[in-house]
């Protein structure tokens, strides 16, 4: 497929009219980035942009990468090779279950080669004696670490700050944390101004903080201080969840007709109205919260946990 195909859309602006957000004078703004590309939405398109560059100039033609079994960027990975004409292969946590989960399922009918390392090999993922045993046995490819984030992911996550200012003047963009990198782009796009603010999405995320601040002195050469990182809003760590989230996501798409995950974009979302809230943005500001995607992941959850709540939101 060629870069013409599968470009992006423009990127899309909501409006949330909220309450408490009127009540404080803030203008609470929805990007939705999850969008902004048919089949490779939201933040790991824009994290994958200058990597598959780099496969292509390095003269790969297979790209392996490492997640969790219903990782976004796996999926991502997959969707990208079939796009963009790469084998794939992923590396993934734990043991093979079949039959397959909604993610798996989809990755490997988009080409993806699976398979499976336990949780102590796992953990040597990043090690180079451990890389480059993996590469003696899968032959060369490049390497893309679990959920995307390198150097090289920064500079696509900080065009959506381009973009986004010739749409709107704005005061704060807001993006939920996984590995930091989305947060650690939109930083150098920012270049000091605005202020950006990164929801963690996992229980005891306050190492993000170095792992942003090493992102950007990689990138741009620089840490910056015009950004916070919240660490309240995680549910009790990653992929956590409650009925009360649950039914705040139903709630939110109830009255902007939008669906959010609950991994990301549901903390994300909770994490910043209460803040509003709180009265963390002074009166008069324009915030805007970035929808990054993540959407596939539903129907894997809904699989797993759906015995747990009857609040769950109107699926795609």
């Avoid at 997959?78 to 590396?91: N, P």
């Avoid at 005891?204 to 903080?209: D, I, K, T, V």
């Avoid at 549901?266 to 209460?274: R, S, T």
């Avoid at 970035?290 to 959407?295: D, I, K, N, P, S």
Wanted: hydrophobic share 45%; glycine share 12%.
């Amino acid at each position: 497929m060629t870069d013409e195909q599968d470009a992006p859309r423009p990127l899309l602006l909501q409006e949330l009219s909220e309450p408490v957000a009127a009540r404080h004078g803030v203008r609470l703004l929805l990007l939705r980035d999850d969008l902004t590309n048919p089949e490779l939405p939201g933040n790991k398109w824009r994290k994958l942009k200058y990597n598959l560059q780099a496969a292509h100039q390095q003269g790969h033609d297979t790209l392996l990468t490492f997640g969790g079994a219903f990782s976004n960027h796996v999926a991502a990975v997959a969707a990208a090779g079939r796009l963009r004409g790469f084998r794939t292969i992923g590396l993934i946590r734990g043991e093979e279950t079949l039959p397959l989960n909604p993610t798996l399922a989809q990755a490997a009918a988009d080409g993806m080669q699976l398979r499976y390392l336990d949780r102590e090999a796992y953990r040597r993922r990043a090690e180079p004696a451990f890389l480059a045993d993996l590469l003696t046995q899968t032959g060369p490819a490049y390497v893309l670490p679990e959920g995307g984030t390198n150097a090289l992911a920064l500079p696509g996550c900080a065009e959506l700050i381009t973009e986004l200012r010739t749409l709107t003047s704005f005061d704060v963009v807001a993006v939920a944390c996984g590995t930091g990198g989305t947060l650690a782009g939109l930083l150098t796009g920012l270049a000091g101004q605005q202020e950006a603010i990164g929801v963690a999405a996992l229980k005891n995320g306050g190492f993000l903080r170095e792992e942003v601040n090493a992102l950007t002195r990689a990138a741009a050469g620089q840490e910056y201080a015009n950004w916070s990182l919240h660490l309240d809003y995680h549910f009790g760590g990653y992929a956590k969840f409650s009925a009360e989230l649950l039914g705040f996501i139903s709630a939110f798409q109830a009255r902007h007709g939008v669906l959010l995950d609950p991994v990301y974009t549901g903390k994300l979302l909770w994490g910043v109205l209460d803040l509003v809230a709180k009265g963390h943005f002074r009166p008069g500001s324009t915030v805007v919260a970035v929808h990054t995607g993540g959407l596939q992941g539903w129907a894997g959850f809904r699989q797993r946990f759906g015995h747990r709540s009857a609040a769950w939101p109107a699926l795609p």
